[in-house]
Structure formats: structure tokens, C-alpha cells
């Protein structure tokens, strides 16, 4: 397979990339910044110098022509602005759903959050956080001609993976570890059982393959 990812420099997507070309995919991360390149190339994957803030839906289709499937893993990050969480984590994250659809993409994973939700309240920044992931997720699932999935992983941290997870429409809350977050998305992205679902993501019991497949039967 051809695996498009939208944020490609980011810690989850790094990891992605090293495990989807050790699988002998074929990998590509989209960057903003072309210093970053190197890293993607040491992950196994190819760099496309792309700002999806910016790109029209024309030059994001471009960037997917050919591919299998779209990971969308790009965030406006911690300390950004509520402007930004609007423009990236909506904005960009419905940009890329357009774009897989006009290059003929069906396959969309999207990493969300827990608790997200386009009807959440408050004014915090991290409330706009939430309701922009909430509007994109809604927009990915009921697009049509996408085959969506969306990941809404617990507390992310760096602690090494354990192979080990809680997978399911709720879990409750509770860490994860980026390692384990970047499993799953390889399994689900070949898990088509999994299309219309999603599925919250925290640390637990289960191995990664056995959770996916559990999830979508």
C-alpha cells in the first residue's frame, strides 16, 4: 500500500512511518518545513514539502495521487492559538478529507482526541481544541466516498509502548503511549472492519492486532 500522512514531523507520525516501512509499505508524510525531510527519509518514508493551511484542495490531491490511504496526523500543538486549532486541526483535517476524495483515496484515518466534540463548551483554548476536532470528525465520517476512521487516543506519553491497549467506542480516560497510538493506526489502516467507527484509544490488556480486530466486529 501507498500511506499518505498529513503532519508527517509529528511524534506519533515518525513512529507510523518506521512501522508502516517495516511492514514494506510504501510511506510519504506531508511537512511543512523542508529542514525536516532528513528525519522522514531516516524514518523510512518519503517527504512532500506541503503547508495544508495554505494548500489548495488541488495540490493536496496532488500530494495524494496514487496512494491507498491518508492518515491524518497533523495538530496546531500545544501553546497555539485558538485561531490555529481552527485552521489546522479543522481546517487542514477537512482540506485533507476533501483532497483523498478528489484523488480517489477511500481509506481516512483521522487521530482525534478524547473528548471531542463540536457542541463542547468554553472558552479555553483547549475548548476550541475540542470542538475543532469534534467538527472534523464529524466532517471526515459523513463524507462521502471516504472510508473513515477516526482514533481518539487518552493522555498521550512518551513511556515506552507496550503492545498492550484499550480499544473501543469509550474506554473512560486514561494514558497512552505515543508507541502504542502509532500501532494501532498501522493496524487500522489495513483493518477496512473498522470504516464508520470511532473508537477511543488508552493503555489496557489487549494486544494492538487483537484490539483493532475486536473493535470493527
Not at 495521487?65 to 500545544?78: C, L, N
Not at 463548551?121 to 476512521?149: C, I, N, P, Q, W
Amino acid at each position: 500500500m501507498r500511506i499518505v500522512i498529513a503532519g508527517g514531523h509529528g511524534q506519533i507520525a515518525l513512529r507510523l512511518e518506521r512501522l508502516l516501512a517495516a511492514r514494506d509499505h510504501e510511506v510519504a508524510g506531508i511537512i511543512r518545513k523542508p529542514e525536516q525531510a532528513e528525519d522522514l527519509r531516516k524514518a523510512g518514508a518519503e517527504a512532500v514539502v506541503l503547508d495544508l493551511e495554505s494548500a489548495s484542495v488541488e495540490e493536496a490531491a496532488a500530494a495524494l495521487e496514487g496512494a491507498d490511504a491518508a492518515v491524518f496526523a497533523a495538530g496546531a500543538g500545544p501553546g497555539s492559538t485558538t485561531e490555529r486549532k481552527d485552521t489546522v486541526d479543522r481546517g487542514a483535517a477537512v482540506l485533507f478529507a476533501d483532497a483523498a476524495q478528489r484523488a480517489g483515496v477511500r481509506r481516512y484515518v483521522i487521530v482525534s482526541s478524547m473528548g471531542a466534540d463540536p457542541d463542547h463548551e468554553g472558552d479555553d483554548v483547549f475548548d476550541h481544541y475540542l470542538r475543532a476536532k469534534g467538527a472534523a470528525d464529524v466532517y471526515v465520517l459523513s463524507k462521502e466516498g471516504l472510508d473513515a476512521t477516526v482514533l481518539r487516543p487518552g493522555m498521550l506519553t512518551n513511556d515506552a509502548g507496550t503492545g498492550l491497549v484499550n480499544l473501543a467506542p469509550s474506554t473512560g480516560r486514561g494514558p497512552v503511549p505515543r508507541d502504542d497510538v502509532a500501532a494501532t493506526l498501522a493496524e487500522l489502516v489495513e483493518t477496512p472492519a473498522t470504516v464508520g467507527l470511532t473508537l477511543e484509544l488508552i493503555s489496557g490488556t489487549v494486544p494492538v492486532a487483537e484490539a483493532v480486530r475486536g473493535s470493527g466486529s
